[in-house]
């Protein structure tokens, strides 16, 4: 980031102390450079949050199947004992 801030700098100095247009074409290391420090910024944020959001993806996915682990394991006992007390009521009621 700091290079493509450089680079654009360096390019806006350049174009003040040369305003004529048809000198423009002496800035083409100038423009080089910022164009292509401005690409490696943007391949190294896509980097970053394409990882960042992998991470957060197998974060939430973990999460998720524990949540729902403890779910059903109270789904399941629960249901065992209410099947056990009216097991135990049809019982007594003979």
Not at 65 to 94: C, H
């Amino acid at each position: 980031m700091t290079l493509y801030l450089a680079g654009a700098i360096i390019l806006g100095v350049c174009l003040i102390l040369m305003p004529e247009y048809s000198r423009f074409r002496g800035f083409k290391g100038a423009i080089i450079g910022w164009l292509g420090t401005s690409a490696l910024a943007d391949i190294l944020i896509t980097i970053t949050l394409t990882w960042s959001l992998v991470s957060l993806a197998h974060a939430l996915v973990s999460y998720s199947l524990k949540l729902i682990t403890n779910v059903l394991q109270t789904r399941l006992k629960t249901g065992i004992k209410e099947t056990d007390d009216k097991v135990a009521k049809i019982i007594r009621r003979k």
